[in-house]
């Protein structure tokens, strides 16, 4: 059984402070941020139930957070595992290593880039440049820059994500790990 | 040592918090605008200064704020552009991440000189922690009444709120950015009307990079005049230069405008020179988006004159042998870089981030893409480098919004300055596998 769609009182009161932000009749201007907690709360991804649930707070047409959804690189909208390791590959980190960062991955999780572990636990993803060209290469996991990576940085950012066995979203409170 | 005015107090502990950032003398510009100045007096001073912005297209900033329709009764905004996406830029967030507040103050002195009640910082989803780290800071500023209403005992009232993307390369571009504020897809607006006279919520809207803003807090501080002193001609103050790739020391280094480039890359100050004592092959000077230039048309123009870290210097010779300081991304490529993989990886994240309104963006990058990714995997053709340049110079120039030109000048450049290299790949596909394509992560650790 999938867990009900729906906030707590507590996020249901921080959904309704960020809607306070912004004009009267503007309050779609929210979408985004409350997007970010609805896949934080809601297994780490954007089920068609997860959308129409945030459109019936917000008061539009499910479409339009179906569009917003599909058009932003952050949103997934499909399962992935709990920790998404987003490694960065575009020129700054590409000339530093990035593209073995992504194989060491691969070879250590057994599994291949968009592709999720067995367990549930690690989905690795290629993205384009997360603005650390300085600190290459790089990944991100949630709300963590895990920077200038080598295979050991990476082998023990892992043994310590298994071992923690938790979630990682965007909205963690956590400042920068730079395990 | 070169003039500092952003991070001149970078190493002072507790900087990130607005007890240190005041003892340091933080917002001493909101003071003398609200207490000493009309909003008119901050645009002047500012127009002044020679300021322009800092996120890429360098246009003045007080200029642009004279722009700002004024209309009785009109709700008008300030937005910060914290979208910082460009390859090889990251000094927005670098100020915002350890001196957050120099953000705030500037926002808050922004916002008075033009009559905005309420502003929106607009920061890439990618940086969530940057976001607690203002919000922390916003809130501090609230509690010592330089946010809310009546500051600092004075009649104007401001709120000032953060707002995060969610990876959106084209959110950058300021009418993409609104968009995105108002909770839609990252689609660029047809100009005119630009956001001066239509922009949040169709009311008049400013729309300025982190560093722009934060620059306005030195400008008010020590005069228009003043700030027009340092720096180089119409390259006045100082800049944020993220530096990145084959180089000893990467990162933020903020200098005096007209600075030689070959300092910048060589000395202990800036850059440290090239990784292993390697000969550099090329630079992209200002992010991605503007043409590759080899070493020698870096280092000197080609009237054989020193190439300085200026608006006007970098793209002096124009795109035939110049480039452009667009967001001060900086990335050295050493003698090992394929400039046709690199390329590709560029040509891939444009085609990714292309927000598909306009055709020859949509499917050019796509092509672009597709053809390097053939030529980089040995089984590119002959006709490829002359289709590549037909492709880019179709997109140039007819799209709604810069993106399409940012997709197309970094392959014009690459094949007008490295032509052979391309031409090697399509003509020797046997010895692309002996080609080295980049560092390895052990050989950087040992290095």
């Known amino acids: 059984m999938s867990k009900e769609i729906k906030f707590n009182e507590e996020t249901l009161a921080l959904v309704h402070k960020m809607m306070a932000r912004y004009p009267e009749g503007k309050h779609k201007s929210a979408l985004l941020p409350i997007l970010h907690i609805a896949q934080a709360e809601f297994d780490g991804w954007l089920s068609p139930a997860t959308m129409d649930y945030v459109a019936s707070i917000l008061k539009i047409q499910s479409i339009e957070v179906y569009e917003v959804a599909s058009f932003y690189s952050m949103y997934n909208l499909k399962p992935v595992g709990k920790c998404l390791l987003e490694v960065c590959r575009t020129s700054s980190c590409w000339v530093r290593g990035a593209e073995d960062v992504v194989k060491h991955l691969e070879k250590r999780l057994g599994i291949k880039e968009g592709e999720t572990t067995a367990d549930g636990m690690f989905t690795i993803k290629t993205v384009e440049c997360l603005g650390s060209c300085g600190s290459a290469p790089l990944l991100q996991c949630g709300a963590s820059y895990h920077e200038n990576l080598t295979f050991e940085k990476v082998d023990a950012l892992i043994e310590t994500y298994r071992a923690e066995g938790k979630r990682k979203s965007y909205t963690d409170l956590d400042y920068k790990n730079t395990l | ?447």
């Not at chain 2, 830029?89 to 926002?107: A, N, Q, Y």
């Not at chain 2, 780290?133 to 709120?161: R, V």
């Not at chain 2, 870096?298 to 200026?310: A, D, F, Q, V």
Request: contains cysteine.
């Open chain 2, 1 to 447: 040592m070169g003039k500092k005015l952003l991070l001149e107090h970078i190493n002072v502990p507790g900087i990130e918090t607005l007890e240190v950032y005041r003892q340091k003398g933080g917002y001493a510009s909101v003071e003398k605008a609200l207490k000493t100045m009309t909003p008119n007096d901050v645009v002047e001073e500012v127009k002044k200064s020679g300021l322009r912005g800092r996120g890429g297209a360098g246009f003045p900033t007080g200029m642009k704020w004279s722009f700002l329709f004024k209309p009785e009764g009109v709700e008008r905004y300030l937005v910060c552009n914290a979208d910082e996406s460009e390859p090889g830029t990251f000094k927005d967030r670098f100020l915002m991440e350890h001196i957050p507040h120099s953000l705030i103050e500037g926002m808050i002195t922004s916002s008075f000189a033009l009559g905005a009640k309420t502003s929106y910082i607009y920061i890439r989803g990618e940086y969530f922690y940057v976001a607690r780290i203002l919000e922390k800071a916003i809130d501090e500023a609230y509690a010592a009444g330089l946010l809310g209403k009546n500051i600092l005992g004075t009649d104007f009232s401001h709120d000032c709120y953060v707002q995060v993307g969610a990876g959106a390369y084209i959110c950058g571009e300021e009418t993409a950015l609104l968009e995105s504020l108002e909770g839609k897809r990252g689609n660029p607006r047809i100009k005119p009307p630009f956001p001066a006279i239509a922009g949040l919520y169709g009311c008049p809207t400013v729309v300025n990079n982190v560093e722009t803003i934060a620059t306005v807090c030195p400008i008010i501080n020590m005069g228009g005049e003043e700030y027009a002193k340092i720096g180089i001609g119409r390259s006045t103050g100082t800049k944020l230069i993220s530096a990145s790739g084959h180089i000893n020391k990467p990162g933020t280094y903020e200098i005096e405008l007209g600075l030689p480039v070959e300092e910048f890359i060589y000395s202990e100050e800036y850059c440290g020179g090239i990784i292993n004592g390697n000969k550099l092959k090329a630079v992209v000077a200002g992010g991605s988006s503007v043409p590759v230039l080899p070493a020698h048309l870096i280092l000197k123009t080609e009237k054989g004159e020193p190439r300085l870290m200026s608006y006007e210097s970098l793209s002096e010779g124009g795109f035939v042998s110049g480039s452009m300081l667009g967001s001060g991304g900086f990335i050295v490529y050493d003698e090992t870089t394929s400039i046709v993989k690199n390329l590709y990886t560029f040509a891939r994240f444009y085609h990714h981030e292309s927000c598909g309104q306009c055709s020859p963006c949509r499917e050019g990058t796509g092509w672009m893409e597709k053809i390097l990714h053939r030529i980089v995997e040995g089984h590119g053709k002959p006709s490829d480098i002359d289709l590549l340049w037909d492709i880019q110079r179709k997109i140039e120039g007819n799209t709604i919004c810069p993106l399409g030109d940012a997709a197309a000048w970094p392959v014009a450049s690459a094949i007008r300055h490295f032509r052979a290299e391309f031409e090697e790949y399509i003509n020797h596909p046997e010895k692309i596998k002996d080609i080295k394509h980049y560092y390895s992560v052990h050989q950087l650790a040992g290095a």
